[in-house]
């Protein structure tokens, strides 16, 4: 990982100093800073201040011609660096005025997942995006073509992709400490995703976006025996809204939403017995509000429902292959943003209930975080 990132702070650097005679690319850093309590009994965290490792994200974007933009995104987390993004747009010049996008990137798939983590308004990722796409949400590698359709009255667009399935591969292993035991279970089967977007303005102070969303592909396989093997597949179908309303410069409300069905061909073969395939169907949404009240201060809540259980290794018969369980989340919280854009400091709380279908007690978990994040440079704040 450290060749990887020296590589890209010589290729950044070259960058600047090549550009200087073209055009500057912007260089944004984003940190983030977080301590954290819970109330998680025989954990060692249970009622202490705990201290995560600072995070960042390094951004390098610009136009690389009159027609076309690249963006790198380098994020440091864990104590590891990785490529989170990097991807290239062409923006005009194309029949129809059709825009490409393609490389490693945040899919569009909803409206939250397009955006970093530190534009949200809530401290933790919603339920159902950690079990159906994975800890780091739906990033994949690949292309989508989008068109801007021809209506007069409000902004609507249709984006069709092709990813490598990444963020849908899920792995077993039978020593979650040994990589040698992690399988792929999917193999080179390229996923398909697709958004139609609409935005309307309803007047001078308020603003509504809707999103129909699908995506379909290959999950796994079913090994029938040493030799053969049967694709098993999903569908993901979403809906997502976001309501803004902006009496002021200081003053407005964010009311935003977004749920997903999940239909897909799962194997319950055991240890002791080899079982038809099923067709299940599950689903997982959240619902959320945000209101600045002042220049500097905001406040909001969110409920999140989502079938899985939230923590559980992945397999077979767990997370987005889980019809049996459930897990729903309460979460509020308290954003301060002395200076604008450039610092914020959030105080929040999440409660997560667990419900098992078979009678497992499991007592409900709350956590309790403070974040503290800062923007140096010219990275703003996502558009609406």
């Known amino acids: 990982m450290r060749k990887i990132f020296f590589f890209f702070f010589w290729l950044s650097c070259f960058i600047v100093l090549k550009a200087q005679s073209n055009t500057n690319p912007d260089i944004s850093l984003i940190g983030t800073f977080n301590t954290y309590s819970n109330f998680i009994r025989d954990t060692p965290e249970y ?8 995070s960042m994200e390094l951004f390098i974007d610009g136009y690389l011609n009159p027609y076309s933009r690249a963006t790198a995104n380098i994020a440091y987390e864990d104590g590891e660096f990785a490529v989170e993004e990097l991807y290239a747009q062409v923006l ?4 129809l005025d059709l825009q490409i996008k393609a490389g490693k990137y945040l899919v569009g798939f909803g409206k939250i997942n397009t955006i970093h983590p530190h534009a949200w308004p809530f401290l933790e990722r919603p ?16 292309f989508d073509v ?4 021809p209506f007069e009255n409000f902004y609507s667009s249709l984006d069709i992709g092709i990813f490598k399935g990444d963020a849908i591969a899920k792995t077993v292993a039978s020593d979650p400490e040994d990589a040698s035991t992690f399988y792929d279970l999917r193999g080179n089967n390229p996923v398909f995703v697709g958004r139609w977007g609409n935005f309307f303005q309803l007047d001078d102070y308020s603003d509504l976006e809707l999103g129909l969303n699908g995506s379909y592909g290959v999950h796994s396989y079913d090994y029938l025996t040493s030799d053969s093997r049967k694709a098993l597949y999903y569908t993901y179908t979403g809906l997502d809204f976001k309501y803004k309303y902006r009496a002021d410069a200081y003053t407005s409300l964010v009311i935003q939403g977004e749920g997903m069905l999940n239909s897909r061909e799962v194997n319950r073969t055991t240890e002791d017995a080899s079982l038809p395939n099923e067709n299940i169907k599950t689903f997982g949404a959240f619902i959320y509000f945000d209101y600045q009240f002042a220049k500097q201060f905001s406040v909001g809540a969110k409920y999140d429902f989502t079938y ?4 559980d290794e992945p397999g077979y018969a767990t997370l ?10 309460i979460s509020g919280w308290l954003g301060f943003y002395p200076v604008e854009e450039t610092l914020a400091f959030r105080l929040g709380a999440e409660n997560l209930f667990f419900n098992y279908a078979y009678g497992t007690p ?6 309790i975080k403070l974040q503290m994040i800062f923007s140096l440079g010219p990275h703003k704040a996502h558009p609406f």
Do not use: V, W
């Open 146 to 149: 989008s068109y801007a359709l």
């Open 47 to 54: 009622g202490k201040l705990n201290f995560e490792t600072p």
């Open 127 to 142: 339920l159902f995006h950690q079990i159906y796409f994975g800890a780091e949400g739906f990033n994949d590698i690949g």
């Open 320 to 329: 987005s292959n889980d019809d049996k369980n459930k897990t729903q989340g």
């Open 92 to 95: 005009r010049g194309l029949p």
């Open 308 to 311: 899985g259980i939230i923590g």
């Open 362 to 367: 499991r007592d409900s978990e709350t956590t």
